[in-house]
Structure formats: C-alpha cells, structure tokens
C-alpha cells in the first residue's frame, strides 16, 4: 500500500510559479510517478510523469517548457515545479504512483492516488 499527500496548491496570478508536492508513504517508493490534472466537468488528464530513478521526464505538449517534475526517492517526494501559468491551468491536481518503473501517461497504469490539491490560476 501506498498513500500519497499532495500539497502546494493555492490561488496565483496569471504568469504566477508555484510547487506542488507529493509527500509518500507506505510501501516502496521505487515505481514511475506522474500527474495530473481535473478541471470542473472534465475527464482526469496527464499532466507529466517521471519514471523510478527520476533520470527520464515526460510531459503533456501544454506544459512543456513550463512545468517540471523531478522526485528524491531519499525522501520519498515527488514535486511539479509550475512557472508561467494561465488560468487554463486551473484544476485540481493529483499525483499518483504507477505499478510500473517506467514512464506512463494513461491513468489506468497508475494504482495509488492523492486526494488532489487544488490550482487557480486568475486573469
């Protein structure tokens, strides 16, 4: 069993940075991480996701070059560094711990997930 806290959420300006953060616990931390997103009425979407040892990043077209995720399995967290946000990027966002060690964006590939912290991002 895994449990994941997110936190770092909060209100920000457009053009605003914030850091979310997914704090672990449970089992081993050993598995690829990712996150994503919920707006109102929306489907789940990807967001970025990282495998286990952190060495290898992918993200969804709409935030690249803008977000960034990186882990420290030292202390078992995983992190979305947001710079440059739009109110687009308002939703609530959720970190989740795959059962595998690589690389996924298909939410079905992931079997732990965070309660979600919430990002508005005002005009």
């Known amino acids: 069993q895994v449990q994941l806290v997110e936190s770092g959420g909060g209100l920000v300006q457009t053009g605003g940075s914030l850091r979310l953060s997914c704090a672990a616990s449970?089992?081993?931390?050993?598995?690829?991480m990712g996150w994503f997103l919920q707006a109102p009425g929306k489907e789940r979407e990807f967001v970025a996701t990282i495998d286990w040892s952190g060495s290898s990043t992918y993200y969804e077209d709409s935030v690249k070059g803008r977000f960034t995720i990186s882990r420290d399995n030292a202390k078992k967290t995983l992190y979305l560094q947001m710079a440059s946000l739009k109110p687009e990027d308002t939703a609530v966002y959720y970190c989740?711990?795959?059962?595998?060690?690589?690389?996924?964006?298909?939410?079905?590939?992931?079997?732990?997930w965070g309660q979600g912290t919430q990002v508005t991002v005002s005009s």
């Open positions: 449970g089992s081993t931390f050993s598995t690829a």
């Open positions: 989740a711990a795959s059962r595998y060690s690589t690389m996924r964006s298909d939410p079905l590939d992931y079997n732990y």
